[in-house]
């Protein structure tokens, strides 16, 4: 399995701020994923994260919202644009195998508080 | 359309109880594939199995069990006597296979708590 960091591990923020949550993979890996968790909720997708390419977002996440950036096969950024409280969340990035239907494994998390 | 079902919101047991929690799924494809995580209070997702859908064996890894049946669309996970460290939350999801990307569609998660 791959290990996988995020930064910051938490964060408080105001409104009509933006954030940068940085996640590193342990091993070079093709497809990224961001994933969103609202308190007591499930796990929705953000997007998919190719490098070299632009992200593919899933419906009702836009680029100007949640923009992505994937320099390498190591790295990728998600920024949380104009928050709002609704913007609280965890945010959770991802990695898979690379094969069709592979275990995708877990980032810690980025627990978000916007005020 | 992929749909993942946990009817089952909060289960609450005594130590040593068997517990099962239910996966209910919807998808039109032939192949795809089911997994278990599980969410402590920590908050990270750890990975528990994956199964695909031409698998229809159960499997036992220790105290887990999961009983996956196509004609139901069921993928159900028992633990077996349980303990105070299973208490998580614990979520079902489904990826449909072809177009690269897997995307993985979570149930509503169910929140396990084991009593002492």
């Known amino acids: 399995s791959a290990v996988i960091s995020q930064k910051p591990s938490r964060d408080i923020c105001q409104r009509g701020t933006s954030l940068t949550i940085q996640c590193q993979v342990d091993?070079?890996?093709?497809?990224m994923f961001w994933y969103r968790q609202q308190p007591g909720q499930s796990l929705t997708l953000i997007a998919t994260a190719n490098q070299g390419s632009e992200a593919t977002y899933e419906s009702g996440f836009v680029i100007d919202k949640f923009p992505i950036s994937r320099p390498n096969l190591t790295f990728s950024t998600l920024t949380v644009s104009n928050m709002s409280p609704e913007d609280s969340s965890i945010y959770l990035c991802?990695?898979?195998?690379?094969?069709?239907?592979?275990?995708?494994?877990f980032g810690p998390g980025t627990r978000l508080t916007v005020l | 359309a992929q749909k993942v079902t946990q009817a089952q919101t909060e289960i609450s047991v005594v130590e040593k109880e068997d517990v099962t929690l239910d996966c209910v799924y919807e998808t039109r494809d032939t192949t795809y594939y089911l997994f278990w995580y599980k969410q402590p209070p920590s908050g990270e997702l750890v990975f528990l199995i994956r199964r695909n859908s031409f698998d229809e064996q159960n499997e036992i890894s220790g105290r887990y069990s999961w009983n996956f049946q196509k004609s139901t669309s069921s993928f159900n996970f028992t633990i077996t006597a349980s303990q105070v460290v299973d208490s998580a939350v614990y979520f079902c999801a489904l990826s449909e296979a072809g177009q690269g990307a897997q995307k993985l569609v979570f149930g509503q998660g169910t929140r396990l708590t084991i009593n002492p």
């Open positions: 991802s990695v898979d195998r690379g094969q069709p239907g592979g275990e995708q494994f």
């Open positions: 091993s070079q890996v093709t497809m």
